[in-house]
Nanobody, 114 residues
Framework: VQLQASGGGLVQAGGSLRLSCAAS????????MGWYRQAPGKQRELVAV???????TYADSVKGRFTISKDNAKNTVYLQMNSLKVEDTAVYYC?????????WGQGTQVTVSS
């Protein structure tokens, strides 16, 4: 399973970005897809998860600003990020839980300037 993330970039505080992550390869069933992020000097943290049953989970720091969605037909997960803050600056990693294994994308940089 390969994951290809895209959509990162540089944006001013208050702006928006949309991240995409497409899974490819031999995939029979994806149990869940989501996003983590890692800021410089910090541990990787959960941002949002979309489970196979439709349950969505968000970090408290992004609730009300970020929305995760998934296109099951395309094996693609999206992260709509609104009202971005400087503290959202990080490398964002997508993942997919397939057959009991977590697969990770290569990461995409999101930089929010003040």
């Amino acid at each position: 399973v390969q994951l290809q993330a895209s959509g990162g970039g540089l944006v001013q505080a208050g702006g928006s970005l949309r991240l995409s992550c497409a899974a490819s390869g031999t995939i029979f069933s994806i149990s869940g897809m989501g996003w983590y992020r890692q800021a410089p000097g910090k541990q990787r943290e959960l941002v949002a998860v979309s489970a196979s049953g439709g349950l969505r989970t968000y970090a408290d720091s992004v609730k009300g600003r970020f929305t995760i969605s998934k296109d099951n037909a395309k094996n693609t997960v999206y992260l709509q990020m609104n009202s971005l803050k400087v503290e959202d600056t990080a490398v964002y990693y997508c993942y997919a839980y397939v057959g009991g294994i977590n697969y990770w994308g290569q990461g995409t940089q999101v930089t929010v300037s003040s």
